[in-house]
């Protein structure tokens, strides 16, 4: 494994670990406007690793570690423009693992405060 920000060696692909994906999910739910993530009504939106799942995150390729989605439930409370928000977390995603060349943000719920 690599971490975020250093160099490949030559024929090795990135694998997105769960270290990285915790990482991730931290700094996505870190930011105003965001009450959490959302890993759908089975638990169908994660992440899985031996031992181990991060909800609320997808790779919609298994071969491809470098593309994901984040479904998100917005605290609409914090009164942010989605569009806006939506950016914010495409960039905190990519701060957190510079080896993301796509972020897909879905607006998965919203709810009103952090107490739900």
Known sequence: MTSAGTSL???HQFQLDLDTAQRIKDAV???DGVAELSAGSFGEV???FAGARVGGIRKPSPREDTVIEIHVVVDVS???VLQELGAEIRQAAM???SELTRVDVI???AISGTNT
């Open 9 to 11: 060696p030559q024929g």
């Open 29 to 31: 739910v870190s930011l």
């Open 46 to 48: 994660s992440l899985l």
């Open 78 to 80: 914090a009164e942010k």
């Open 95 to 97: 701060a957190a693992c």
């Open 107 to 109: 607006f998965a719920d």
